[in-house]
């Protein structure tokens, strides 16, 4: 779906802003462009979106060069949601629907009540104007707007920013879904979370490089002690004791009295993220 | 899609209650040229100074102030630039102006000699068919329309589009299945529908419908040219300004060294060599001309048109690019 070779960008003589990058997406892959801010994410992903243009190095999109791509048919295979919710903040969300609806052919377009349906927006809200929604009702509207052409290629940067863990897990689902239709899916996030119960793969970029890329579990494998940390109850006192993964096929060897919990020592993505670009997640 | 975008803008018109302001100033303005301009504002009669050291004009009107000296006679214009100076000494009265209008008016000139002959039957030569009252409607008329279109017109386009850049939604239109361009031609085409009504209606209100029908098709062509130029400079600088308060700033540049000059040159004796280098002279004066129903019929002007809003059109487009692409 994405093939990426040898990009670079830059915004000026001295602003090269990415470095050579290479990687592929396939189609119904939910690939993860993972990177702190000013890491190059944005740029890669408006190279990608057809907005940016001048880049060094070979993109397809769909089979074809991104700097030959008719726009119009490219922009029509296309949804994306931005890093904040822009709307029409005088309109409905209804009126905001049907005007960026318009612009794709009416046979590719969903049901706008369906969509949001799904999304569980508040059907009180529907005739409101925007200017009056909560953040995340304007982030259910702006996924609305995203998927409402059927895309087949779904630019998703941040999707679960402003929403709360029942709105998240529901975005999640939602992505699911689309993956499961076959929608290829390029989501550029910080929530190490989704990326990690999203993607299929993921990338980490930083200072315009890639500088990691593979599934989320093999990259957490990659960089595990392989170690298990056992807390137990031993003569009425709550211990704990980090022992080798291997020495679990032996079963538990020292003494103990009651197992409390046994917790895997894997790095979780964000202590991934934090290796490989050097900076936390703020 | 043009439909569609055509919507959409409607409704942010109306939601910035842009034409409840033109209303109001279409109210506004009609009011003061019926009651006001109309009613109060007669000019006062000229003042003609004559300087006729042998008495060859025989019997005169006591209108005419007589002075002793060619100098006098220099004296009385620079202090009253409206007056009209004649010089009768060569016994053939010249007439005389003030040094910065000689070129104006054919009205003066003739009313200056017709006090020379104020006791036989004087016949005025007659240039065009307006009344005194409705020239003042036509000429009251123009100045307000220009200043419409450029105020209103092109602070109106500003309002609408800060909106969208403060929303976010400019840069949602780089990834729409459509020409960018639609999104500039269907605001421009707006605002130029809703000049164009306002201009017919003001010309239809103030100067009387079966005058306004001779001098339409004029007036909204000149009115069509000056929408063009205004909003797509109000684009421009809405995309290339941060913010309202800058854009405020460059109006008021725009009024001072746009319109104030040319409402000098056109409408005072102030005299400015350069003014014909000016493109807005030349369309308020376009304007003005079809408001008497002499339209400008020298293609060079129209020419110039044309080649302006198309350059500033490409300027508008490239900006509106540059907006597209920035960060949110």
């Known amino acids: 779906m994405i093939e990426v070779k040898n990009l670079t960008f830059s915004y000026g003589k001295d602003k090269q802003a990415l470095h050579g990058l290479n990687f592929t997406v396939g189609d119904g892959e939910i690939f993860g462009f993972l990177g702190p801010n000013g890491s190059g994410k944005s740029t890669t992903q408006k190279i990608l979106t057809g907005i940016l243009k001048g880049h060094g190095g070979y993109v397809s999109v769909f089979g074809q060069d991104i700097s030959t791509v008719h726009t119009k048919d490219f922009f029509g295979k296309i949804g994306v949601l931005f890093e904040f919710p822009y709307l029409y903040a005088n309109l409905s969300v209804i009126d905001n629907l049907k005007y960026f609806a318009s612009f794709y052919p009416a046979n590719q377009c969903r049901d706008i009540g369906e969509i949001l349906e799904k999304l569980e927006f508040k059907t009180d809200y529907l005739k409101k104007p925007v200017s009056s929604y909560s953040k995340g009702m304007r982030q259910r509207v702006s996924m609305a707007r995203a998927l409402v052409s059927s895309p087949r290629l779904l630019f998703l940067d941040e999707p679960t920013s402003g929403l709360d863990p029942s709105g998240a897990v529901l975005f999640r689902n939602i992505i699911e879904e689309e993956r499961k239709k076959g929608t290829t899916v390029f989501l550029t996030t910080h929530n190490m979370l989704d990326a990690d119960l999203l993607c299929d793969r993921v990338a980490f970029i930083s200072d315009g490089t890639i500088v990691a890329l593979d599934t989320p579990n093999r990259l957490k494998e990659q960089n595990s002690n392989h170690c298990i940390k056992i807390v137990y109850q031993y003569q009425g006192r709550r211990e704990e004791k980090t022992i080798e993964a291997s020495e679990l096929q032996a079963g538990i060897s020292f003494p103990h009295d009651e197992i409390i919990s046994i917790h895997s020592e894997e790095p979780t993505l964000e202590d991934m993220f934090i290796q490989y670009t050097g900076r936390g997640l703020l | ?328």
């Open chain 2, 1 to 328: 899609m043009i439909y569609s975008l055509l919507k959409k803008d409607f409704q942010m018109l109306i939601s910035g209650k842009f034409f409840l302001v033109a209303l109001g100033s279409l109210v506004l303005y009609t009011l003061f040229i019926h009651f006001g301009y109309i009613h109060y504002m007669h000019a006062e009669l000229y003042h003609v100074y004559l300087y006729d050291p042998q008495g060859t004009q025989g019997e005169t009107s006591d209108l005419a102030c007589p002075v002793a000296s060619q100098e006098e006679l220099d004296a009385a214009l620079s202090g009253d630039t409206n007056g009209v100076g004649i010089d009768a000494s060569s016994g053939v009265p010249e007439i005389f102006f003030y040094f910065g209008s000689e070129k104006t008016d054919n009205h003066r000139a003739d009313y200056a000699l017709s006090l020379l002959q104020w006791q036989k039957d004087y016949k005025a030569q007659v240039v065009g068919s307006n009344t005194p009252e409705l020239k003042q409607r036509k000429e009251m008329c123009c100045e307000l329309l220009f200043i419409e279109i450029i105020a209103v017109g092109f602070l109106g386009i500003a309002s609408v589009l800060f909106k969208e850049k403060q929303m976010g939604v400019i840069r949602v239109h780089a990834v729409l299945p459509c020409p960018k361009s639609l999104f500039i031609v269907s605001k421009i085409l707006l605002f130029l529908l809703s000049d164009l009504v306002f201009a017919a209606l003001m010309v239809v209100l103030n100067i009387g419908f079966p005058d306004a029908v001779v001098i339409l098709p004029a007036v909204l062509t000149q009115t069509a040219i000056l929408s063009l130029i205004m909003s797509l400079t109000g684009f421009g600088c809405t995309m290339m300004l941060k913010d309202f308060r800058q854009f405020s700033l460059a109006y008021l540049v725009i009024a001072i060294f746009v319109a104030a000059p040319v409402f000098l040159s056109a409408n005072t004796s102030v005299k400015m060599a350069w003014i014909n280098w000016h493109p807005f002279y030349h369309v308020y004066m376009g304007l003005k001309n079809a408001c008497f129903g002499t339209p400008a019929a020298n293609p060079v002007y129209y020419i110039c048109s044309v080649c302006g809003i198309a350059a500033l059109f490409l300027i508008v487009r490239a900006a509106f690019h540059r907006e597209m692409k920035k960060e949110g």
